[in-house]
């Protein structure tokens, strides 16, 4: 397989580009907000509280046991309906992409790069319709949704060629330790669920303030 492609006298190094969804491409903060009100009725936290507790790394069960006093059985019951409810439609039907995001994924197909995404939603045919739904269909070469059952490692390990440059787009840590333990370029994006000083503690290689500044020619 060829992995350069040429511009007239320019030669560009084609590169595997897989980037997550939720926080990357698409803004979800709105549907996990909401889904968090609806389970949790005593909860009178504002977006922008929700949000700030999220961006420093507090979990559900710390959020729950301080500030609502709930139990170990409460919480588990919380999780459960979380995972029930968290990829239905209606609760989907919440989610935007980001300003920018399909043209720049269009500029980087159009550029040669081959387009990956990569999640870990549960459920493969809702993550793929709502890519759908955006117009984003056609702009990659494959979607690699864990399911619960894999991790993106073991989803994106048999996509890559020795001595190959590839990259890993994410908005968490955990996407940073992926690219890593797989010897890619990493990039975190800023328009996710960790704040810049998060991230800069799992040193990817570049922090961008949203996808549309990642140029992985540059």
């Known amino acids: 397989m060829k992995d350069w492609k040429g511009s007239g006298s ?3 190094k084609i590169m595997k580009l897989f980037f997550d969804l939720d926080g990357t491409l698409i803004d979800s903060r709105l549907r996990l907000f909401n889904l968090f009100q609806e389970l ?10 929700y949000w700030q507790l999220k961006r420093n790394k507090v979990n559900h069960e710390t959020i729950l046991k301080q500030q ?3 139990q170990s059985g409460e919480i588990d019951v919380f999780n459960v309906r979380w995972m029930e409810l968290i990829e239905e439609n209606n609760w989907l039907k919440l989610d935007m992409p980001f300003e920018g995001v399909k043209e720049h994924l269009a500029s980087l197909k159009d550029r040669g790069h081959h387009l990956y995404l990569v999640t870990a939603r549960q459920f493969k045919d809702r993550a793929i319709n709502q890519i759908s739904n955006f117009g984003w269909f056609d702009l990659f070469d ?11 490692a073991d989803l994106i390990r ?3 060629q020795p001595k190959e440059i590839s990259w890993m787009v994410g908005d968490t840590g955990k996407d940073i330790q992926t690219g890593k333990l797989l010897n890619m370029k990493t990039v975190a994006v800023l328009t996710g669920f960790l704040s810049r000083q998060s991230l800069i503690n799992y040193a990817p290689d570049q ?3 949203s ?3 990642f140029d992985p020619e540059r």
């Open 10 to 12: 320019i030669w560009k």
């Open 40 to 49: 949790v009725p005593p909860s009178e936290m504002s977006f922008d509280e």
């Open 68 to 70: 609502f006093n709930y």
């Open 142 to 152: 494959d979607y690699l949704v864990t399911e619960q059952k894999y991790d993106k």
């Open 158 to 160: 048999p996509f890559l």
């Open 207 to 209: 922090i961008v303030s």
């Open 211 to 213: 996808l549309v500044e």
